[in-house]
């Protein structure tokens, strides 16, 4: 079983502003995919959370209309740069994205903004499309398409040079995401698209605090 991607970053979304809500916290964001962004201000209302979390089921909605279409290009940075206009100090920016459309561009704009916000990174993945196997032996599956966010490729799943490949350049492109957070001093946060999300989230914002310090401690 298991959700899509972007199925498990809506969700994951969700719960972080319901939880922000409660506490008492302003919600705002930015909904993005290849072709759409959402910008909502941040205020201390249900609304506001109404508006983010139709904007979520909106989107994802548009994706499944639209995957028979090329991609365009990721509108990571474009979201931040929203993000950094609403976010002028002491606030917390989450991030909750696959990674599609990280580059130089990214670095500056997190650095812009943790420079007087917190900013924490949820990175969701699909355990099958790291391995590129079937998820069971028994599966009768001979293709998978892989992506990158701007194209698609028919993977054939018995082709075990290309699932080493593919799994090696997925390593390395997880292994530079977490060097260049790491540099910016960016908490990084694993989602899988299989266990549940509310027990993922639970266990993970278990040592989130002890990473995240408070301005001038």
Not at 7 to 20: F, I, P
Not at 21 to 34: P, Q
Not at 61 to 83: D, G, I, T
Request: charged share 20%; glycine share 8%.
């Amino acid at each position: 079983g298991g959700h899509s991607i972007k199925v498990t970053a809506a969700q994951v979304s969700a719960l972080g502003l319901w939880r922000a809500f409660s506490l008492g916290d302003r919600v705002g964001g930015c909904i993005f995919n290849d072709k759409l962004i959402h910008s909502t201000q941040p205020r201390h209302t249900k609304n506001n959370v109404y508006e983010l979390l139709n904007q979520l089921v909106k989107h994802n909605q548009a994706l499944n209309a639209q995957q028979v279409s090329p991609p365009n290009e990721p509108q990571l940075n474009q979201a931040l740069k929203l993000a950094a206009q609403q976010l002028k100090h002491d606030g917390l920016c989450c991030v909750i994205s696959d990674g599609s459309g990280f580059n130089d561009e990214t670095q500056t704009l997190l650095a812009q903004i943790g420079a007087k916000n917190d900013v924490l990174w949820g990175q969701v993945f699909d355990p099958l499309e790291m391995k590129l196997v079937p998820q069971q032996k028994q599966s009768v599956t001979k293709h998978l398409v892989a992506s990158d966010g701007l194209g698609q490729l028919d993977v054939p799943v018995d082709d075990k040079k290309l699932q080493a490949q593919y799994a090696e350049v997925a390593q390395q492109r997880a292994n530079q995401l977490k060097q260049h957070l790491k540099k910016l001093r960016i908490p990084l946060l694993w989602f899988n698209t299989v266990e549940p999300v509310e027990n993922q989230l639970r266990g993970q914002l278990g040592y989130a605090p002890r990473v995240i310090q408070k301005r001038g401690a």
